[in-house]
C-alpha cells in the first residue's frame, strides 16, 4: 500500500512539473522559468533512474562506505 501512494504521489508530482512546464513554454512565453523546470524534472528522472543514488537500509548517522 505505501509503494501505491508512492507512485501515485510521483504521477501528481510529474503532472504538476509538466504543467508548470507546458505554461511557461506555451501560453505564457518564459524561458528561463521554463529551464528551471525543465532541470528539476532532469535531475528528478535522473535521481529516480540511477540505483545508487539511493540511501536504503540506512540509520541517521550511518554512512553507506562503513557497510562495505
Known amino acids: 500500500m505505501n509503494k501505491l501512494w508512492q507512485i501515485v504521489a510521483n504521477v501528481v508530482l510529474y503532472g504538476f512539473l509538466l504543467l508548470l512546464l507546458y505554461n511557461s513554454l506555451i ?10 523546470v ?7 528522472i535522473l535521481v529516480q533512474l540511477t ?9 541517521p548517522g550511518e554512512y553507506p562506505y ?3
Open 27 to 36: 501560453t505564457e512565453w518564459d524561458p528561463w522559468f521554463g529551464f528551471v
Open 38 to 44: 525543465s532541470f528539476v524534472i532532469f535531475v528528478a
Open 51 to 59: 540505483p545508487g543514488l539511493h540511501a536504503k537500509g540506512l540509520s
Open 66 to 68: 562503513l557497510n562495505e
